[in-house]
Every structure is written in structure tokens, then in C-alpha cells.
């Protein structure tokens, strides 16, 4: 049962560059949410994925946005970016309407915006 | 939105002990999970308890949802629990800042 997966692993950008980080679901899950982790803070929700549409959002700018593919992985962009974008991303997945709202993690993709 | 809160910020206990770590919801929720994170910050999901108690190994947990907090009881610690402990509430995920629980040899 394949889990969560994210790529790259470690990403290393500088200001004002674009970014792509990647998701793919657990096995038979539908839903993916995104999440930022500054260094010592719990993470923060950035947007959740469902049916290729985004169905909830947090407190992030416009300069985050999200896809996600038929086959449920999603994409997580970043455009003009800004020291303080430089966190562990987490991509969490989900299944909507299963008999839980449980939400399995990956292992992050480590951003350091120079 | 819901504001989660997790007490205490810091744990170091000797090998063997006990330690209970709380969580605080301020509205009623209809998803909470335990996790651990490792330090290599991979989330490891610990229990989905959005009211109840569950066991598993030396880990429980109970949620009281009417009383809005849920409680992660850790027994006879090992070194490997070594980490930070977080609780998420509601659908959005809304995580507390965690407990680092350091466990000495």
C-alpha cells in the first residue's frame, strides 16, 4: 500500500523565483491538502484539493496556488518568493466521505529561499 | 476559526516514566488526530479520536468533545518517543504549536 509521496525531497531557490512542489495520494485516497511549517511551529494549513477543484484555503497570499491531476496528485506553486517562504511543505491525503476525515502525511519537501 | 492549544511546550522525563500531554479545542470538533513528528519531520499519525479512548502499545488517548480538549497518555517512555507531539482539530487541520518531549537514557 503505497503512501504518501512528495518530490523533490530538498529544494534550494532564490528570491523572486518561481517553485513546484509535488504530491501524490495514498492509494485510494481522493483528497490532498498542502501545509507550511516555519522552524519550530506547528504547520499551517495552506489549501485543500478535491474533485481537481481547491474546496478550502487559509490565511495565504495569492502567490500560492495549487492543482490537482485526475489521478488526484497535486502540484503546490509558489511564485515570487520571499525569504520567509523558505519552510518544510507538507502534502497531506485524505478520502472524502470515507468513515473518517483521517489525513495521512508526507515525508515534505524542504524549501530554502535564498 | 478554531484555536488549538497544547500544554506543556516542553517535556524531558527519564526512561521509563510516564507523561500525559494535553491538547485544548475552542469550539467543538469533528476531526482531531495525534501525531509525532520525527526529526527528520515526517508526521506519524498516532490516533484519529475525535471523542473517546483509543490504545495502542503504551500510547491512549481520550478526547472529551463536550469539555473541548483531548488528552495523550505516554507510558513507560523510551527514548525512541523522543520528538514533538502535535493535535490537529477540525477539517482544516488546525495544529497547536506541539510538545517536544525529550526522554533521557
Known amino acids: 500500500d503505497a503512501g504518501v509521496t512528495q518530490s523533490p525531497t530538498h529544494l534550494i531557490k532564490t528570491r523572486g523565483q518561481q517553485v513546484t512542489l509535488r504530491c501524490s495520494p495514498k492509494?485510494?485516497?481522493?483528497?490532498v491538502s498542502w501545509y507550511q511549517q516555519a522552524l519550530g511551529q506547528g504547520p499551517q494549513f495552506i489549501f485543500q484539493?478535491?474533485?481537481?477543484?481547491?474546496?478550502q484555503r487559509g490565511n495565504f497570499p495569492d502567490r500560492f496556488s495549487g492543482h490537482q491531476f485526475p489521478n488526484y496528485s497535486s502540484e503546490l506553486n509558489v511564485n515570487a518568493l520571499l525569504l520567509g517562504d523558505s519552510a518544510l511543505y507538507l502534502c497531506?491525503?485524505?478520502?472524502?466521505?470515507?468513515?473518517?476525515?483521517?489525513?495521512?502525511f508526507g515525508p515534505g519537501t524542504r524549501l530554502t529561499v535564498l | 476559526g478554531i484555536q488549538v492549544e497544547q500544554s506543556p511546550p516542553d517535556l524531558i522525563l527519564q526512561e521509563g516514566a510516564n507523561s500525559t500531554l494535553r491538547c485544548n479545542f475552542s469550539?467543538?470538533?469533528?476531526?482531531l488526530q495525534w501525531f509525532h513528528q520525527n526529526p527528520w519531520g515526517q508526521l506519524i499519525n498516532l490516533f484519529y479520536?475525535?471523542?473517546g479512548t483509543k490504545q495502542n502499545g503504551r500510547l491512549s488517548a481520550t478526547t472529551v468533545a463536550t469539555e473541548r480538549y483531548s488528552l495523550l497518555y505516554i507510558s513507560s517512555s523510551q527514548t525512541t518517543d523522543s520528538g514533538v507531539y502535535f493535535c490537529?482539530?477540525?477539517?482544516?487541520?488546525?495544529f497547536g504549536a506541539g510538545t517536544r518531549l525529550t526522554v533521557k537514557p
Open positions: 497531506a491525503s485524505s478520502l472524502a466521505g470515507g468513515a473518517t476525515n483521517e489525513q495521512f
Open positions: 492509494s485510494g485516497h481522493d483528497t
Open positions: 484539493y478535491y474533485e481537481e477543484e481547491e474546496r
Open positions: 469550539d467543538s470538533v469533528n476531526n
Open positions: 479520536i475525535p471523542s
Open positions: 490537529a482539530a477540525h477539517n482544516d487541520m488546525r
